[in-house]
């Protein structure tokens, strides 16, 4: 079955550092989407990517997906208070989506 | 608008109440989802819908009877749960269900289920 394995498990960071999560796949990506979640809330989704090399950016976030398909990174450019959080990859699976391991992120004031 | 509602936002109950918790969207999606959640975890599937059709069990006690009245509607009728089953419950909608095509999934922000 297929695996998604993220790192860091947890970054504290300095505002207006950048940052870089990693989204690692045990088989070929066919969606792999990001998601921020505050502590006991929803899931927020943020990107999605589908090509090999495709490249998504909102605001001051950026994801992106390895041309072989199997591993994303996340950047935060500028990181604030308000990007702190867990982020979550997750893909689509034969039958059912699943998730990665989440990055817990604080941002220091 | 790409919002899912839950309702309602917290639930105490004891283990020999029934209770319900409900979901809703508005976007016509076709595929709707339960999953719990534990502190620190990452979410877990429970049950998807299909075109209101029960189309995955994640083998969920029977204590857990999931229902879709209808395309927008889903609820998770709960009876005779134990302690270990509070946690966070989130519901979730996509265009289609995995394998159909290649969808996102919107959350609803989830029911904090505390059982005594």
């Known amino acids: 079955s297929q695996e998604l394995e993220q790192s860091p498990q947890s970054l504290i960071v300095q505002e207006g550092k950048n940052l870089t999560i990693n989204c690692t796949s045990s088989k070929t990506l066919y969606g792999l989407y990001w998601y921020k979640q505050k502590y006991g809330e929803g899931l927020i989704f943020l990107m999605m990517l589908q090509k090999g090399g495709e490249e998504k950016s909102h605001e001051k976030i950026t994801a992106k997906l390895d041309e072989k398909k199997q591993q994303s990174s996340l950047h935060i450019t500028a990181s604030q208070p308000s990007h702190a959080g867990i982020y979550l990859c997750g893909a689509a699976g034969t039958y059912k989506y699943i998730f990665g391991t989440g990055t817990r992120l604080k941002v220091l004031a | 608008d790409t919002e899912v509602t839950q309702t309602p936002k917290h639930l105490v109950m004891g283990m020999t109440n029934k209770k319900s918790l409900k979901c809703e969207q508005h976007?016509?999606?076709?595929?709707m989802y339960w999953y719990k959640q534990k502190a620190k975890k990452p979410p877990e599937l429970m049950f998807v819908?299909?075109?209101?059709?029960?189309?995955i069990n994640e083998s969920v006690p029977s204590r857990f009877s999931p229902e879709c009245p209808n395309s927008s509607l889903l609820n998770l009728h709960l009876h005779a749960l134990q302690p270990e089953d509070s946690a966070l419950y989130l519901c979730?909608?996509?265009?289609?269900?995995?394998?159909?095509?290649?969808?996102?999934?919107?959350f609803g922000p989830g029911t904090r289920l505390t059982v005594t």
């Open positions: 979730a909608s996509s265009q289609a269900a995995p394998g159909q095509g290649t969808y996102e999934q919107y």
């Open positions: 819908y299909s075109y209101e059709k029960l189309s």
């Open positions: 976007m016509g999606h076709r595929a």
